[in-house]
């Protein structure tokens, strides 16, 4: 199994819609979750952190669920720009602490 | 305040060639990562620093690969000898304090090895 799996997509969806992405985690020790967004050909970068309460940051919402290993990402009224890869990332329980990176899952939102 | 900075943005060499790419993390941070990027794989940490430290390279591939980080300011990755399969984006990014926080990252490095 891998440490963290997504599905990959592409979700499709038109603007307006609501979507949500889960992600899966191997390491029950885990203690930080985040969700990364990257546009095409860009960087990562930090979309929000996730929290045991869950949190939300305008139209983003993520929960974590620790007795199943998931986190999730649900995204509210999508607007075009929101068209990206977005990266769920779990850190490691080893001795030395790194994060896990997903392999991301696409998003498209149509006009 | 500026970012990450990475050079050069592309790189096209050819096969057998060394390449070299260069870093400077955002000041003050504690933390430097190198990750490389490819379609197949994802983004792969390759190394890390901590106070200009190595801390953990169990992902670099090779020993044709190679890290420095000199000074708080300033790492490079070197690839000697460079290969087609070492063709991807190569990114540099920081932390403040703690490995696991949220790290910034640089516009990365595409490197095509011809």
């Known amino acids: 199994r891998k440490e963290v799996e997504q599905d990959p997509g592409p979700f499709n969806v038109p603007e307006g819609a609501t979507v949500a992405f889960n992600c899966t985690y191997s390491?029950?020790?885990?203690?930080?979750f985040f969700w990364y967004r990257q546009d095409c050909r860009k960087e990562p970068k930090l979309l929000m952190s996730?929290?045991?309460?869950?949190n939300e940051d305008g139209r983003f919402t993520a929960q974590l669920n620790r007795a199943s290993q998931y986190i999730s990402l649900l995204i509210r009224d999508s607007k075009l720009s929101d068209s990206a890869t977005y990266l769920c990332?779990?850190?490691?329980?080893?001795?030395?602490?790194?994060?896990?990176w997903g392999l991301g899952t696409s998003l498209a939102v149509n006009p | 305040d500026a970012g990450v900075i990475q050079s050069p943005r592309h790189e096209v060499t050819e096969m057998g060639q060394e390449v070299t790419l260069r870093c400077k993390p955002i000041?003050?941070?504690?933390?430097l990562f190198w990750y490389r990027q490819t379609m197949m794989r994802g983004l792969e940490l390759l190394i890390y620093?901590?106070?200009?430290?190595?801390?953990?390279d169990s992902g670099m591939p090779e020993d044709r690969f190679s890290a420095k980080m000199p000074n708080a300011s300033f790492s490079t990755l070197k690839i000697q000898p460079s290969e087609p399969r070492d063709s991807a984006v190569y990114f540099c990014?920081?932390?403040?304090?703690?490995?696991?926080?949220?790290?910034?990252f640089g516009p990365g490095t595409r490197l095509t090895v011809l």
């Open positions: 990014a920081s932390s403040l304090m703690v490995a696991t926080d949220t790290q910034y």
């Open positions: 000041s003050g941070h504690d933390y």
């Open positions: 620093f901590n106070n200009n430290v190595p801390i953990d």
């Open positions: 390491n029950s020790a885990s203690q930080s």
């Open positions: 996730v929290y045991s309460s869950g």
């Open positions: 990332v779990v850190n490691n329980a080893g001795n030395n602490r790194k994060l896990i």
